[in-house]
Nanobody, 122 residues
Framework: QVQLVESGGGLVQAGDSLRLSCAAS????????MGWFRQAPGKEREIVAT????????SYADSVKGRFTISRDSAKNTVYLQMNSLKAEDTAVYYC???????????????WGQGTQVTVSS
């Protein structure tokens, strides 16, 4: 059974950094685009960042460009989200996702992680 397990969330102050990790098991990792979504209270789940199967192409939500970096390690079957200069508005549950084709929205996601809470205080 495919599992995506997130880790690295926590409580930090504005301006701090966190690195989220998502470890995939029983997944043909290189055959899936990977991404991170987040969902804040009262808001829809939104794409934060995506990375192609090869790792050669990435995309970011406008709200995180220049602050967040997504990467993947094929040897470890793991995708990361480095989050710098965190803001209070980044507070949300962050979800790891896998999709067998171009990741454009939550509707097409094949597999989801359980989520990890990121809370940024002012």
């Amino acid at each position: 059974q495919v599992q995506l397990v997130e880790s690295g969330g926590g409580l930090v102050q504005a301006g701090d950094s966190l690195r989220l990790s998502c470890a995939a098991s029983e997944l043909s990792f290189s055959r899936y685009s990977m991404g991170w979504f987040r969902q804040a209270p009262g808001k829809e789940r939104e794409i934060v960042a995506t990375i192609s199967r090869s790792g050669g192409s990435t995309s970011y939500a406008d709200s995180v460009k220049g602050r967040f970096t997504i990467s993947r390690d094929s040897a470890k079957n793991t995708v990361y989200l480095q989050m710098n200069s965190l803001k209070a508005e980044d507070t949300a549950v962050y979800y790891c996702a896998a999709q067998s084709f171009l990741m454009t929205s939550a509707r097409g996601v094949d597999y989801w992680g359980q989520g990890t809470q990121v809370t940024v205080s002012s």
